[in-house]
């Protein structure tokens, strides 16, 4: 193959990317905008926002639409974070990215009840700081030290989802720190933290209470992971470098 | 012979044989159908003349020679035939029917009853009195003979059914007894017009306005006889007192909140009666339910479900029960209603009081719409839920 013939290849392939992601782009997008468009019109209030059962009401429709996109929509999200102007917008937005892509960015007050409404600027503010910093690229570090002191083996009755809070800051990207310790560690708090991450928010739920029903040992908690990956692999696969850290932790 | 032997003879001879004689006349009689005019006729006990021949069919009578049978075609003029019949072959004590006859060629008609205790004719009608089996006779007068056909009418009993609903005015959502006289059949009831059901003997109604109940009695002796009766439904009484009603476009936001477009086509809140709302403030954003049942005043809800509140929050996404428990214990709240489509999932928070009245006790923010009285319980029924719940 001549040099001419390796750079046409070249051009060819870097247009078909960037035609591929500006087509993921779009789909986003629609996705995005119906999402706004079903609360914005039918005025539902955000007890409604995450519903993924009953009638078939527009917001939840939209909702699924959403939940199909998966991690790989973080980006996107993250621009249109950036760059809302509107309030009841930007909460939506928050509150999207915490209950429909497990990135708990809610900068709450100890002690203070304040509505997600007033929490929104400044939990988008200190989100950015972070994300601009690349700790969402290499959280191992910071996830290390938020849990120092915990005792990954404990066994537990109960999973108190305050302990999960600083794990589920970094949503997906704390998935290979997961994956890493899971292969160490018998964790049923990472475990409930990697359920939660990936949206299995029923089998979250019962877990919490119950966390010897499922996947009690370590092996099968990294067999659920592996599982989890290999079937949504579509999802994540555009998070670079997020998906090949995530297969390579979870390599034997 | 002496004189006196010959009358003797004679009281002993000839009266024997005249009885005897007749004897014979009323064991082998002649013709045994109706007799024509100029025919000589008989009855049992005498003899007579049949200038009006269905005189001698009437008393039962025989003819002696000349014309007689019609369907013989005696006296050697025009055979003559009739065949009767009627409108109907049964009808009430009360109707009419007409009467008609065929093959009376050249002939003139007359109808006549023969069971007068039935009821009686007049022309071509025959009018039902009483209940049993009419017979009518059609007569046919040709000009040389008279014939006769005879045919029946049933008479069923006058239908004297009445029918009565008590009480005959009800409010909505009440029912009504149907009581029916006359009838010693079986009787079924049955709406023809209006607003309700009917099951039994009972009316329920469903909406304001007049309703038309049938009762047919089934009798057996044949044709069912009817009667209806009227129910008048008046609308409920409202004990909702209200000086600040909501307006068109209040109502029409509160009905869409959630709901799937186009406006208008469904209702969130499908039970909520408008007359039982009533606007105690305006559409405000910065509080909602929650907001106002607490007093805190602020929007939060979904707040609930986040662990680091305090409140249980399993960060689910879902507010539950328990995480509500939770808040209004720690913050005192009381006296409110917990509205869900299940233990795990609520959406709404009202205030048991704070409305207006016994028809719109409880109060609720809408949402960021207005701030309302209604009554709890027709919140209910929707995607919203239903009560799951209360403190």
């Known amino acids: 193959m001549s040099r001419f013939q390796s750079l046409i290849s070249l051009v060819v392939l870097f247009a078909s990317f960037v035609f591929a992601t500006a087509q993921d782009e779009a789909r986003y997008k629609a996705g995005y905008e119906a999402w706004q468009k079903a609360i914005a019109t039918t005025n539902v209030d955000s007890t409604f926002w995450f519903v993924t059962d009953g009638p078939p009401i527009p917001v939840r429709d939209a909702f699924l639409e959403l939940k199909q996109f998966g991690p790989n929509m973080v980006p996107f999200l993250v621009n249109e974070l950036r760059r809302e102007e509107d309030r009841d917008r930007l909460t939506r937005l928050v509150l999207l990215l915490m209950y429909g892509f497990g ?89 409930a933290a990697y359920l939660w991450t990936t949206g299995q928010i029923e089998i979250y739920s019962e877990y919490l209470n119950n966390p010897q029903s499922l996947c009690p040992t370590r092996q099968e908690k990294l067999r659920h992971l592996k599982e989890w990956t290999k079937a949504n692999g579509r999802k994540i696969d555009k998070l670079h470098p997020l998906h090949e850290k995530l297969k390579a932790a979870l390599e034997e | 012979m002496r004189r006196e032997e010959l009358t003797t003879k004679l009281k002993r001879g000839v009266g024997p044989m005249l009885l005897a004689g007749l004897l014979i006349l009323a064991t082998f009689p002649g013709n045994t159908t109706g007799c024509s005019t100029g025919d000589w006729c008989y009855s049992w006990f005498f003899l007579c003349f049949s200038g009006q021949p269905w005189a001698c069919s009437y008393y039962y009578t025989y003819c002696i020679g000349g014309g007689g049978d019609p369907g ?64 009518i006779i059609a007569r046919c007068q040709t000009a040389t003979e008279t ?9 069923y009993p006058a239908c004297n059914l009445s029918a009565s609903a008590s009480p005959s005015q009800i409010t909505t959502g009440e029912t009504a007894s149907l009581n029916a006289n006359y009838c010693w059949d079986t009787m079924t009831w049955s709406l023809v017009s209006g607003p309700g059901s009917v099951y039994g003997s009972t009316y329920y109604s469903s909406q304001p306005g007049w309703a ?79 907001g106002y049942a607490s007093g805190l005043n602020i929007t939060i809800f979904t ?21 509500l428990d939770s808040f209004c214990s720690q913050n005192g709240v009381s006296n409110v209603w917990y509205y869900g489509s299940s233990s795990q999932s609520c959406h709404h928070v009202a205030k048991k009081s704070g409305g207006r009245g016994s028809d719109c006790g409880a109060s609720s923010k809408m949402g960021h719409e207005a701030l309302i009285a209604h009554d709890a319980t027709e919140l209910e029924g929707s995607f919203w839920g239903n009560i799951v719940g209360g403190r």
């Open chain 2, 72 to 135: 013989g075609g005696g006296g050697g003029g025009v055979p003559c035939s009739i065949t009767g019949y009627s409108g109907t072959s049964s009808l009430n004590a009360g109707e009419s029917t007409s009467l008609y006859a065929n093959g009376c060629t050249g002939g003139a008609v007359t109808f006549m009853n023969d069971c007068s205790s039935t009821g009686y004719v007049s022309g071509n009608t025959f009018y039902a009195t009483n209940e049993g089996t009419a017979c």
């Open chain 2, 303 to 323: 707040e609930l479900d986040n662990p680091q509140y305090g409140y249980g929050g399993n960060r689910d996404g879902l507010v539950s029960i328990a995480e």
């Open chain 1, 103 to 191: 990135l708990d960015m809610i900068a709450t007050k100890p002690g203070v009840l304040m509505s997600y409404y007033d929490l929104a600027p400044e939990s988008r503010q200190l989100f950015l700081r972070e994300w601009d910093a690349g700790r969402f690229l290499e959280p191992q570090e910071f996830l290390k030290d938020v849990r120092r002191g915990s005792n990954e083996d404990a066994v537990v009755t109960r999973v108190d989802p305050r302990n999960l809070v600083g794990v589920g800051k970094f949503g997906p990207f704390a998935l290979p720190f997961i994956a890493e310790t899971l292969k160490k560690h018998n964790s049923a708090e990472l475990f």
């Open chain 2, 147 to 155: 014939c006769y056909d005879t045919f029946y009418i049933t008479v």
């Open chain 2, 212 to 290: 038309t109940i049938q009762a047919t009695c089934w009798r057996h002796t044949g044709t069912p006889c009817y009667a209806e009766t009227y129910v008048y439904v008046t609308p409920p009484p409202n004990n909702c007192p209200c000086d600040t009603p909501l307006s068109e476009s209040e109502w029409n936001a509160i009905q869409a909140i959630g709901a799937p477009p186009p406006p208008g086509s469904y209702a969130a809140f499908p039970s909520l009666v408008r007359d039982h709302t009533c606007r105690l403030g305006p559409a405000d954003s910065s509080y909602n339910c929650l």
